[in-house]
């Protein structure tokens, strides 16, 4: 009789029974009499134990063409291990190999990050790229709870775009049939605002490209963004928005994903200080902060990511930097009325060095000072005029903020530079896989 398929998450339902499993091989020793296979088949890994005198000669046979990453099907009987990372191990009755890998690549040993990222499409079958995806995976589901939960709608934002988005640098572009350039975004955030006037509390969560020329551990040229955008809110209710959620997606990390947390030996005691509030600092303490630690830095000029280190240094939570100036920042945020060389915006930087993880602002609602500001960066008036009608026709106060999601992964994994957050990365220097 067909012993049942299942996987190896769900072994406890068959403790004591005949199963069939299907995975790769992860690893691998043998004597002459017997053999013990790790299983890998993506939901966990389970020992495999086989017996020369308690398995088919065919079986027996299989196990010689074994290597790392052949995929088998392997049929025996669940026992309790307690010493079993799983809880559980399985006496093999068959093994049969359905696809060889022969000279599989990465072998247990160091290996150079550069050929890893070559075999990038293989790596991801590790235990330490499985768990960070399965925390990657958890927060996506999270931030999309979050907003679900406040009633917020999704509106998916264009990814081929005529208005530029940041700046007007950093963009990649390409032919646009009859209508010239069009550029890859570098944020939803205009749309969204547009969205905002129609439906009230909106977000946009996709991938954005900026052809920034970083080579830093924090920049990809391919990054997910997740903007929320709220109409009738202020600064002030912006950054407890972002504190609030930032909390709640650090909680269901933990919650849900604490295995994968301890697996990746993330100290998840700083993971559990992540509560709202967080701590405030204008930018201009902040700089008066960083003069007094001898950093070079002058008003004006944008933090730099050692400052924005020494600014997190000793603290527990995130810390908010608010009302830089506004020569720092993008042509849409709003004057500060208090301060009309400032803007009314926020960064939200990570503690642990992990820098700034959101940028987020009340926009400029004023027509003729957005349109200022518009002819002052010298961007292209008419591409923007879409974005002016917002403030023709209802203008109204309204702040978001955008999120990066793989900065996000790499703090609450524990993993300092990007590469290894998104499945497949894309830097200035890689394009393939
Ligand atoms: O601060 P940024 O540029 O803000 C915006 O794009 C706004 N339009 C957002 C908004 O208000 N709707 O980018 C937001 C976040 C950063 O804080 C960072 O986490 C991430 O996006 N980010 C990057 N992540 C990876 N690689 C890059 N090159 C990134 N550039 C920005
Ligand atoms: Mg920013």
């Known amino acids: 009789m067909e012993s049942t398929i299942t996987s190896v998450r769900d072994l406890a339902a068959h403790a004591g029974c005949e199963v069939t499993l299907l995975g790769w091989v992860s690893q691998l020793r043998s004597s002459g009499k017997i053999a013990f296979l790790g299983l890998r088949d993506g939901t966990g890994t389970v020992q495999v134990v086989m017996a020369r005198n308690e398995v088919d000669g065919a079986s027996w046979d299989a196990i010689a063409d074994l290597s790392y990453e052949s995929s088998v099907r392997v049929e025996g009987t669940v026992r309790q291990d307690d010493r079993a990372p799983s809880g559980y191990e399985i006496t093999a009755s068959a093994v049969e190999v359905i696809g060889p890998s022969n000279e599989y690549p990465i072998q247990p040993k160091e290996h150079g990050v550069d050929f890893l990222l070559n075999n990038r499409h293989l790596w991801l079958r590790h235990d330490r790229q499985t768990a960070i995806m399965r925390v990657r995976d958890e927060v996506v589901k999270a931030i999309r709870d979050f907003f679900y939960e406040r009633d917020f709608v999704l509106v998916d934002s264009p990814i081929l775009t005529g208005a530029i988005g940041e700046s007007a640098d950093a963009l990649f572009s390409t032919e646009y049939f009859d209508l010239g350039t069009a550029y890859l975004a570098q944020t939803g955030q205009l749309y969204v605002e547009a969205a905002a006037a129609a439906l009230g509390k909106v977000y946009c969560f996709g991938p954005t490209f900026r052809a920034e020329k970083s080579k830093t551990r924090r920049h990809l040229t391919e990054f997910w963004m997740v903007e929320p955008e709220v109409a009738w809110l202020d600064s002030e209710g912006n950054m407890q928005l972002q504190e609030d959620f930032i909390s709640y997606v650090v909680g269901r990390a933990l919650e849900r994903r604490r295995d994968e947390l301890e697996q990746l ?153 990007l590469r290894e957050t998104i499945a497949f990365p894309r830097l200035m220097s890689r394009l393939t896989p």
Request: with cysteine.
């Open 265 to 417: 030996e993330r100290d998840v005691t700083r993971l559990e200080a992540i509560t709202p509030p967080f701590d405030r600092i204008s930018y201009t303490d902040a700089v008066s902060v960083l003069k007094e630690r001898g950093s070079a830095i002058e008003w004006g000029a944008d933090l730099g990511a050692e400052d924005e280190t020494v600014l997190t240094d000793g603290r527990d939570k995130p810390l908010f930097v608010y009302d830089y100036p506004r020569e720092a920042k993008a042509f849409y945020m709003k004057e500060n009325p208090d301060d009309p060389r400032t803007v009314k915006c926020n960064d939200l930087l990570a503690p642990e060095g992990y820098g700034e993880i959101i940028g987020g602002s009340q926009r400029e609602d004023d027509y003729d000072r957005l349109l200022a500001r518009i002819r002052e960066e010298g961007l292209p008036e008419k591409v923007y005029d879409w974005y002016l009608d917002l403030r023709r026709y209802g203008t109204f106060p309204h702040s978001g903020f955008g999120l990066g999601l793989e900065r996000t992964v790499g703090w609450i994994c524990g993993v300092p530079h």
